[in-house]
C-alpha cells in the first residue's frame, strides 16, 4: 500500500482507494444503459411474450447484480474515507511530536505537536531540506539538532545500533530541555527505504523531577553518613569497654548493629542515585578473576561461620583469561550476593561460588549458589527490580532495603555482562552473572540508567 502526502491537511493516507466514489455515477448511470438496452431489444427484436419476459428477467438481474456491487463498492469507499477522517485526527491531536522526511531530509509531514514543541509554523518547514547548516540559524538549531542527533550536547542510546525502532534519549541546555526520539523507517511494498519517521516526547518536566528526587537522596544521604558514622564508632568503642554488664553489651551491640545496617542502606541510596545519573564513575583495569574472588571469599568468611554457614569455591579446570573490571565496583557485586546467600540460607546450609568460562562466547560467567529459602517462581522476574524484595524474604528477614540486586544488575551491565537468576522455592537460589573477555563487549561510556 503506497503512502502518500496530503498538501492540504498535512496528514499521511492511503493512495489504495484515492478520490471520492459518487453513488449516482455508478448507479444511475449503469441503470440507464439497462433501461436503453431492453429498449433496443424490444424495438429491433420484435420480441414475443415469452422471449420478453426472459429477456426482461436477465436485465433484471443483471440490474441487480451492479446495484449489489455498487453498493459495496459505495460502503467501502465510505468506511475507508471515515477511517481516514480518523486517522487524520488522531494524527493532528497526537500529544508527542510527529515529522515524516524522505531520504534527502525533506519535512514531508510536521503535525500541530511539532510546532509547538518547536516552535517552527508547518507552513515554514514543509517541503524543506533540512542540513546540518540549518543548526546555525536562530530559531532552527533544537529542530536540526533531533534531525540529525550527532549535533546534540548529549546521546543515549536507548535501543541497539541497526535495529528498529531506534531510540535514543537527547538532552540539551539553554534552555535544558530532555527529548526522547524515536526513529522509524519509511518503506514501499518492496522493502525500499522512501524515508523516516520521528516522534519525539518532551521529557523535560520529568527528567527535572527525577533529578530533583536523585538530588535530594544525595544530599539527604550525604548528611545523613557523617553523623551515622560517628555513632557507629561510639558504639564500637563502648562495645570494648570492659566495665559494661552483659545486658549493656547487648545493647550497645545491638545498636551497633542496627547503625551498620542503616549506613549500608545510605550508601545503597547514594549508589542508585549516581547509577540513575550516570555518573557511578568505572575505571577498567585487567584483572586475575580467580585471584580476585579469593580475597573476597577471605573477606566474607567471618560472616559465614557466624551464620553456620559453609563457603565452597569451585574453580575451573583451566587458566582464565583476564578480564577488564573495576574492581571496587565488582567487589559491591560479590558482597552483595555473598550477603544475601548467607543471609537467606538455613542453618548448615552451603554457598558454592562458581567461575567457568563459557565455551564459544567472550564471556565468563560467575554463579552463587544458595540452599536458602528461594525465591518464588512469580517473583523471580521482580527480582533486580529497585526496592522489590520477595515476600518469603521479608518474613524470613524482615530488614532489607531492596537496593542490592538493582545496583548488582546496573554494575554488570556496565561491565557489558548480564546478570539473572533461577530458584526452587525451599530448595535454593543461583545468581548469574557474565563478564566479557572481550573488551570491545564494554560500553564505551557511562549512561544514565532506567529502571
Same mark, same amino acid.
Given at each position: 500500500?503506497?503512502?502518500?502526502?496530503?498538501?492540504?491537511?498535512g496528514v499521511l493516507g492511503s493512495s489504495e482507494y484515492g478520490g471520492e466514489i459518487k453513488f449516482?455515477?455508478?448507479?444511475?448511470?449503469?441503470?440507464?444503459?439497462?433501461?436503453?438496452?431492453?429498449?433496443?431489444?424490444?424495438?429491433?427484436?420484435?420480441?414475443?411474450?415469452?422471449?420478453?419476459?426472459?429477456?426482461?428477467?436477465?436485465?433484471?438481474?443483471?440490474?441487480?447484480?451492479?446495484?449489489?456491487?455498487?453498493?459495496?463498492?459505495?460502503?467501502?469507499?465510505?468506511?475507508?474515507?471515515?477511517?481516514?477522517?480518523?486517522?487524520?485526527?488522531?494524527?493532528?491531536?497526537?500529544?508527542?511530536?510527529?515529522?515524516?522526511?524522505?531520504?534527502?531530509?525533506?519535512?514531508?509531514?510536521?503535525?500541530?505537536?511539532?510546532?509547538?514543541?518547536?516552535?517552527?509554523?508547518?507552513?515554514?518547514?514543509?517541503?524543506?531540506?533540512? @542540513?546540518?547548516?540549518?543548526?546555525?540559524?536562530?530559531?532552527?538549531?533544537?529542530?536540526?539538532?533531533?534531525?540529525?542527533?550527532?549535533?546534540?550536547?548529549?546521546?543515549?542510546?536507548?535501543?541497539?545500533?541497526?535495529?528498529?525502532?531506534?531510540?535514543?534519549?537527547?538532552?540539551?541546555?539553554?534552555?535544558?530541555?530532555?527529548?526522547?526520539?524515536?526513529?522509524?523507517?519509511?518503506?514501499?511494498?518492496?522493502?525500499?527505504?522512501?524515508?523516516?519517521?520521528? @516522534?519525539?516526547?518532551?521529557?523535560?518536566?520529568?527528567?527535572?523531577?527525577?533529578?530533583?528526587?536523585?538530588?535530594?537522596?544525595?544530599?539527604?544521604?550525604?548528611?545523613?553518613?557523617?553523623?551515622?558514622?560517628?555513632? /557507629?564508632?561510639?558504639?564500637?568503642?563502648?562495645?570494648?569497654?570492659?566495665?559494661?554488664?552483659?545486658?549493656?553489651?547487648?545493647?550497645?551491640?545491638?545498636?551497633?548493629?542496627?547503625?551498620?545496617?542503616?549506613?549500608?542502606?545510605?550508601?545503597?541510596?547514594?549508589?542508585?542515585?549516581?547509577?540513575?545519573?550516570?555518573?557511578?564513575?568505572?575505571?577498567?583495569?585487567?584483572?586475575?578473576?580467580?585471584?580476585?574472588?579469593?580475597?573476597?571469599?577471605?573477606?566474607?568468611?567471618?560472616?559465614?561461620?557466624?551464620?553456620?554457614?559453609?563457603?565452597?569455591?569451585?574453580?575451573?579446570?583451566?587458566?582464565?583469561?583476564?578480564?577488564?573490571? /573495576?574492581?571496587?565496583?565488582?567487589?559491591?557485586?560479590?558482597?552483595?550476593?555473598?550477603?544475601?546467600?548467607?543471609?537467606?540460607?538455613?542453618?548448615?546450609?552451603?554457598?558454592?561460588?562458581?567461575?567457568?568460562?563459557?565455551?564459544?562466547?567472550?564471556?565468563?560467567?560467575?554463579?552463587?549458589?544458595?540452599?536458602?529459602?528461594?525465591?518464588?517462581?512469580?517473583?523471580?522476574?521482580?527480582?533486580?527490580?529497585?526496592?522489590?524484595?520477595?515476600?518469603?524474604?521479608?518474613?524470613?528477614?524482615?530488614?532489607?532495603?531492596?537496593?542490592?540486586?538493582?545496583?548488582?544488575? /546496573?554494575?554488570?551491565?556496565?561491565?557489558?555482562?548480564?546478570?539473572?537468576?533461577?530458584?526452587?522455592?525451599?530448595?535454593?537460589?543461583?545468581?548469574?552473572?557474565?563478564?566479557? @573477555?572481550?573488551?570491545?563487549?564494554?560500553?564505551?561510556?557511562?549512561?544514565?540508567?532506567?529502571?
Amino acid at each position: 500500500m503506497a503512502v502518500f502526502f496530503d498538501k492540504k491537511i498535512g496528514v499521511l493516507g492511503s493512495s489504495e482507494y484515492g478520490g471520492e466514489i459518487k453513488f449516482y455515477k455508478f448507479f444511475l448511470i449503469p441503470l440507464l444503459i439497462l433501461i436503453i438496452l431492453g429498449g433496443i431489444g424490444f424495438y429491433f427484436y420484435k420480441l414475443d411474450t415469452q422471449s420478453a419476459v426472459t429477456y426482461g428477467g436477465i436485465l433484471a438481474l443483471v440490474g441487480l447484480l451492479v446495484m449489489f456491487l455498487v453498493f459495496r463498492i459505495f460502503t467501502l469507499n465510505y468506511r475507508i474515507r471515515t477511517e481516514n477522517r480518523e486517522f487524520k485526527n488522531i494524527i493532528l491531536n497526537f500529544d508527542d511530536a510527529l515529522i515524516v522526511y524522505d531520504r534527502e531530509f525533506r519535512i514531508l509531514f510536521f503535525n500541530p505537536a511539532a510546532e509547538r514543541l518547536f516552535n517552527i509554523r508547518v507552513s515554514e518547514v514543509l517541503g524543506r531540506v533540512i @542540513t546540518p547548516q540549518d543548526a546555525g540559524q536562530i530559531g532552527w538549531k533544537l529542530f536540526t539538532q533531533v534531525i540529525f542527533p550527532t549535533l546534540a550536547p548529549t546521546v543515549i542510546n536507548r535501543s541497539k545500533s541497526g535495529q528498529y525502532p531506534q531510540v535514543i534519549d537527547l538532552s540539551f541546555d539553554g534552555p535544558e530541555v530532555d527529548f526522547r526520539v524515536t526513529t522509524m523507517p519509511v518503506t514501499d511494498e518492496g522493502g525500499n527505504l522512501l524515508g523516516f519517521m520521528k @516522534t519525539i516526547s518532551d521529557r523535560t518536566r520529568e527528567q527535572f523531577l527525577l533529578r530533583s528526587k536523585s538530588e535530594f537522596v544525595t544530599v539527604a544521604s550525604h548528611q545523613l553518613r557523617g553523623p551515622i558514622t560517628n555513632v /557507629n564508632w561510639a558504639l564500637e568503642s563502648l562495645s570494648q569497654d570492659k566495665n559494661l554488664d552483659e545486658n549493656s553489651k547487648t545493647l550497645v551491640q545491638n545498636a551497633l548493629v542496627a547503625g551498620q545496617l542503616l549506613l549500608k542502606i545510605i550508601e545503597d541510596l547514594i549508589n542508585v542515585a549516581k547509577i540513575e545519573e550516570g555518573r557511578f564513575g568505572y575505571t577498567f583495569e585487567p584483572t586475575d578473576l580467580i585471584d580476585f574472588i579469593n580475597k573476597i571469599l577471605t573477606n566474607v568468611l567471618p560472616q559465614a561461620k557466624r551464620a553456620g554457614i559453609k563457603i565452597y569455591f569451585d574453580r575451573p579446570g583451566e587458566p582464565l583469561p583476564e578480564v577488564m573490571t /573495576n574492581q571496587d565496583k565488582l567487589s559491591v557485586v560479590f558482597y552483595n550476593f555473598l550477603d544475601n546467600a548467607i543471609r537467606y540460607n538455613v542453618q548448615n546450609g552451603e554457598v558454592v561460588v562458581k567461575v567457568e568460562k563459557l565455551p564459544d562466547q567472550p564471556f565468563i560467567q560467575v554463579s552463587i549458589k544458595d540452599t536458602g529459602i528461594g525465591i518464588p517462581q512469580i517473583e523471580l522476574k521482580k527480582m533486580f527490580m529497585k526496592f522489590f524484595r520477595a515476600e518469603n524474604a521479608i518474613k524470613f528477614q524482615t530488614e532489607g532495603s531492596g537496593l542490592g540486586l538493582y545496583i548488582n544488575k /546496573n554494575i554488570v551491565a556496565a561491565h557489558g555482562g548480564k546478570v539473572w537468576a533461577e530458584s526452587e522455592e525451599n530448595r535454593g537460589t543461583t545468581f548469574f552473572f557474565t563478564l566479557p @573477555t572481550d573488551r570491545s563487549v564494554i560500553p564505551v561510556e557511562e549512561v544514565a540508567q532506567e529502571e
